[in-house]
T-cell receptor
């Protein structure tokens, strides 16, 4: 049973388009992180969301944590080829548990 | 530059070989992690060390043996691996071991077992 479902699994778009990827769970998380991973590299942390309903912006990227802290979305405005990569969400149950639960990721390709 | 380095970046080994993966973090963190990333699977946590003490071992086969001599260095010793162990092995570190601390990953070692 996968605890964190990411959708879509693959996404191929043209430069300039907008897109949204989703991260859903039946579990409540204390916090949720988004990472981007490029081929041959490790994941790089983009943002951490902690409060239900929280919205964070990172240039053209907008992250939202669901009110119930079970889901999250990442919206990219005017995508660029440099946004290409694997987007991973990871949830934490909190307390003394530092373990992160990862989704399988959304593989994004932005074509010029 | 994430401050977490891993060597080697690529490794090909036979099933009877013994090799070690090395991870070093330059961030002053106290917790270090080994993850396995296989195609079509989520990142799998293998081991966690907090202040050099192992706190997690997620049912990892004994052919994988971790070592953490200090809070900056982490090793993964490999012996008699199977072809299904081929994967990207990622090291990560965090300031402490709790949900409040963000994890920073190294670039990984791409392991192929022949």
């Amino acid at each position: 049973t996968q605890l964190l479902e990411q959708s879509p699994q693959f996404l191929s778009i043209q430069e300039g388009e907008n897109l949204t990827v989703y991260c859903n769970s039946s579990s409540v998380f204390s916090s949720l992180q988004w990472y981007r991973q490029e081929p041959g590299e490790g994941p790089v942390l983009l943002v951490t969301v902690v409060t239900g309903g929280e919205v964070k912006k990172l240039k053209r990227l907008t992250f939202q944590f669901g009110d119930a802290r079970k889901d999250s979305s990442l919206h990219i405005t005017a995508a660029q080829p440099g946004d290409t990569g694997l987007y991973l969400c990871a949830g934490s149950y909190g307390g003394s548990q530092g373990n992160l639960i990862f989704g399988k990721g959304t593989k994004l390709s932005v074509k010029p | 530059e994430t401050g977490v380095t891993q060597t080697p970046r690529h490794l090909v080994m036979g099933m009877t070989n013994k090799k070690s993966l090395k991870c070093e973090q330059h961030l002053g963190h106290n917790a270090m992690y080994w993850y396995k990333q296989s195609a079509k699977k989520p990142l799998e946590l293998m081991f966690v060390y907090n202040f050099k003490e192992q706190t997690e071992n997620n049912s990892v086969p004994s052919r994988f043996s971790p070592e953490c001599p200090n809070s900056s260095h982490l090793f993964l010793h490999l012996h008699t691996l199977q072809p299904e162990d081929s994967a990207l092995y990622l090291c990560a570190s965090s300031q402490g071991f709790s949900n409040a601390y963000e994890q920073y990953f190294g670039p990984g070692t791409r392991l192929t077992v022949t």
